[in-house]
């Protein structure tokens, strides 16, 4: 894999990173481009660089994150911001004036009192953070606006994705209304559905030969080699990455600004959990929320539970699976945020904890007959989580507790089409109701 | 068909309408249970009656409408609520205290300033409302919110609704959320995913072995010969109806409190379009807006379009069609609002313009490509049918200008699945890449 870009970007080049001259972005930044980030720091060693289209650490190789300089921020302000996530853009690596960028405006998404789901499950508050609302109805158009304002900020020419399901719609969609071209990589035995639900945005939507890694390796390619490409996921992913960090906020401020007590998060490749947690961080630093204990947990389906295998052993490295599991858009065998998982949720007291494909159906169900929250195989397995999390004592059912839905479930219909339908089917009259039985 | 349910619900029974016994609710009300709504009255003949669970005048059998008696309302007091369409509950029949009970929490969607799409149709200042993203993914969400609040204020045993679709879904939803029994109604014949799409959250859907008209004719016997039960678009449809103007209020508040200069709105029954152009001329009236000249559109698919048929015909009388288009969710063929629509875009200097499956299909597709927006058929309709409007002139494309678009592609992904799809299908290597012809 090559690490093409790692010339210092906003600045003259570092001196401790190796200059490139093969990616045409990062040398005519605007004033301002990256809002309060002032770099890129390696969340291993601890180097950082300028800020660039760069994901690795140049010493070590280790993952890059956004280190900011925060001016004071008021809730007062954030208030006063849109109903999107650009009410946090203080805290993100965007400009002041994203807003006037054509984007999305993903974000600030319902924050549900789950009444009668904390009923059936015995957890005495429960709330669940509704993110099947978003514009391609999942979480990835958070990220993807944040990358979004990167590819723009970088003069990218194209903007693309390794995927196999919602973040490429997130991407096809976000590049369609910012008028900047789109490629969009998904493996080609892609069930149809999924791949209209890309290729409506785009025409550059590219089938691969190949499982998903094939089509993540072929991407890692691209992005070494191409100029000006914006590979979500890949040499912008500090960037994109930073937009879970709204999950977080939108919480914390819909809460009333507090911290939940107890939090579960679905675990792909990790980052999303982390992100919740760095924001929690942010706004008891800044001030914008009292500094209290609170307890995360991860959720994963057994056929993919590489860091609940790591959790459960009391191990600190993850051993990389083979993802047999319907929930699709979990299924990353080696995930590349699964030790800081491991982690958080081990610091803060939560837990990791896998369900069987059966129990994510019964958690699709669950949600969706308490509360009329469709959700995808991701979000049933994060019910079914929470339940077995409660079963077995491991959360605590008098806390405040928060539970994410990441997606929504017309994208992965046929995990439930089997479980339910018509209970009766009859003729248009009144007497063939009454004898129905349904009622 | 029976109309059961005429007695006075808030007061004595009204003197000059027919007392019934066979409705259990509308006698217990308690005190504000419909906020500043006064009463219902015909809109045919003026006949003014108590709040109850009634649709149809007793002298005309007219359709009859929420009056209020509106106090002042301020932009401030709105804009203090909370971001769902209760912040403009003073404007609803609907309790003070409607957040309080569990429900959707639909509205306050995406308008979004459609800088491409109005590019590419040359119109200056476009702008796109956005109703997919509500928790349904439909504007439905919008007034079975209101129903259901009608339902439980009302004591309704049961929740319930004919469909063939969005409606549906939006009910089984809610009613889940509330903790209220669905019995939800839809033809036999209905794909399967729409029927996984309403049976995730209920286990009384009921196929019935007939076409939409025979659905829709069982329901209102049933909602005639039951106790208890409410049927949103049948006996709690004046209720029900309201919620549409939220869609209104919403878009005077997104445009900075002023109304646009020109809308275009899909037209099945036509009772979107007429509580738009309610909702403007209240915000007028209760001096929220500036009171000015604005022109509404229709949009009806070709294969159903019986008003803009008499629009052009010129005259006052809808002729019933038998639906045949794509765009299911508009097909109406005796719309009951069809006469006002035509009242309402004649007299604003608008039009109702109607255009072929295959424009449908192109209007989806100009969306998506253009926003980022992935619509159903209604949607691709309404796109369309703007295009057309601006290619005959109809249209001032120098005129500030809302389109509506009111549900989501996901649930009508046939109507595009020919014509999208991968550009190349390549090995999983940078030289096939290359040599793909896609970059």
Redesign the interface.
């Known amino acids: 894999m090559s690490i093409a870009t790692q010339h210092g970007a906003q600045s003259e080049p570092d001196a401790s990173s190796p200059a490139g001259d093969d990616v045409a972005t990062g040398t005519d930044l605007r004033e301002g481009a990256f809002g309060n980030a002032t770099g890129l720091v390696c969340r291993e060693c601890g180097h950082e660089i300028a800020l660039g289209p760069h994901y690795a650490c140049p010493e070590c190789f280790g993952p890059l994150e956004i280190a900011y300089a925060f001016p004071e921020v008021t809730r007062e302000q954030i208030e006063a911001g849109p109903?999107?996530i650009w009410r946090y853009k203080a805290l993100l690596p965007v400009p002041d004036d994203i807003e006037q960028s054509?984007n999305?405006?993903p974000g600030?998404t319902?924050l549900?009192?789950a009444?009668?789901l904390g009923a059936a499950l015995g957890i005495d508050n429960l709330w669940v953070k509704?993110d099947s609302?978003?514009?391609?109805?999942s979480f990835k158009d958070r990220v993807v606006a944040c990358a979004l304002s990167a590819a723009v900020e970088f003069h990218s020419k194209?903007f693309a994705c390794p995927s196999t399901g919602n973040l490429a719609n997130a991407v096809?969609?976000?590049?369609?209304?910012a008028?900047i071209r789109t490629?969009v990589f998904?493996p080609?035995n892609l069930e149809?559905?999924k791949?209209?639900?890309s290729?409506?945005?785009?025409?550059?939507?590219?089938?691969?030969?190949?499982n998903y890694d094939?089509?993540n390796?072929?991407a890692s390619?691209?992005a070494g080699?191409?100029e000006g490409w914006a590979f979500v996921n890949v040499n912008v992913r500090p960037f994109y990455a930073e937009g879970s960090k709204t999950l977080g906020y939108e919480i914390a401020e819909q809460l009333g600004w507090r911290l939940p007590d107890q939090i579960v998060i679905p675990v792909a490749s990790g980052s999303q959990l982390t992100k919740v947690h760095k924001a929690f961080q942010e706004l008891i630093t800044l001030g914008l929320v009292e500094d209290k204990p609170y307890r995360v947990f991860g959720a994963q389906a057994t056929g993919c539970s590489p860091v609940s295998v790591a959790y459960k052993a009391g191990v600190d490295a993850i051993r990389p699976v083979k993802p047999d599991t319907i929930a699709k858009s979990l299924a990353i065998g080696n995930p590349a945020d699964g030790i800081y998982v491991l982690d958080i949720c081990r610091q803060t007291g939560g837990a990791v904890e896998d369900v069987s494909d059966e129990e994510v159906r019964e958690g699709?169900?669950l949600l969706?007959?308490?509360?009329?929250?469709?959700t995808e195989t991701a979000g049933g397995t994060t019910v079914a989580v929470l339940r077995k999390l409660v079963e077995s004592g491991q959360l605590d059912t008098t806390l405040d507790t928060v539970v994410i839905n990441t997606g929504?479930?017309?994208?992965t219909?046929d995990a439930?089409?089997d479980r339910?339908?018509?209970?009766?089917?009859?003729?248009?009259?009144?007497a063939a109701?009454t004898g129905?039985g349904?009622?």
Not at 133 to 137: A, F, G, K, M, R
Not at 368 to 374: K, P, Q, T
Not at 420 to 430: D, F, H, L
């Open positions: 109903r999107n054509p999305m405006e600030f319902r549900l009192k009444h009668n509704d609302t978003n514009p391609t109805n194209v096809a969609a976000a590049g369609a209304r008028g490629v998904i080609s149809k559905p791949q209209v639900n290729a409506v945005y785009t025409d550059s939507l590219v089938a691969v030969n190949g094939d089509v390796r072929l390619e691209i080699e191409e699709i169900l969706a007959r308490n509360e009329g929250i469709f929504m479930g017309l994208k219909l439930v089409s339910v339908g018509a209970a009766a089917t009859i003729e248009p009259s009144y109701f129905s349904v009622v």
